[in-house]
């Protein structure tokens, strides 16, 4: 079950759901001490998946299912009452500080590397300006850099060839202005391809790293 963010601005007790479980989740939202009513709306998830939600209490019940449809608790003792379904504007309207204060979903992108070393393809360099921009959107950023390499050469000297990879983007991010102590890099060497291959065979995919920004 997603979790449940509130807004005092509104002065109203107000629920949005993100990413719920295909499965029905029961969720109790009262009034509060002051009588104020309740409003829950299920949002989906990043990667568009809708769940269902059950929005219960003393009076009865109402099931959500659809993807920015509503549900209004208007008393401790009425059941819940099924809104119209909102439209964009009307949810950033009412819960615009709330969704605002949600962790931003991790980014993810992937540089290549020229054979058997540590240089950036032409287009690789290229789109680094796409990671330097999220950089400057996401701040502060925590950066995860992870290095791969193809098949071709020994696994542990792939394994040393994805660490000077990944210390590579990392020196390029500093450069940049990013804190040295929010980049974390590691190396998977030859054993995470993207594309798997016999021994000894290049495969210009799987030589590259992986950025996650959050």
Known sequence: MGTIR???LTLCIMALFCGCAAQQNPVVLLPDPDGKT???VLLSDPDGKTGTIEVRNQGGAQVISQANSAAEVKSFTTAPVSL????ESQIRAIFGDALDAQPHP????LLYFEGYSTELTEDS?????????????IKPAEVTVVGHTDRVGS???NYFLGLERAAQIKNLLISKGV???LIETRSHGEDNP????????PEPENRRVEIIIR
């Open 6 to 8: 509130t807004s005092l």
């Open 38 to 40: 309740g409003t829950v």
């Open 84 to 87: 119209a379904k909102m439209d």
């Open 106 to 109: 991790p980014e993810h992108y």
């Open 125 to 137: 360099l290229l789109n680094l300006e796409d990671v330097y921009d999220a950089l400057e959107r």
């Open 155 to 157: 696994r542990e000297n």
């Open 179 to 181: 804190d040295e102590k």
């Open 194 to 201: 993207l594309f798997k291959t016999d021994d000894e065979v």
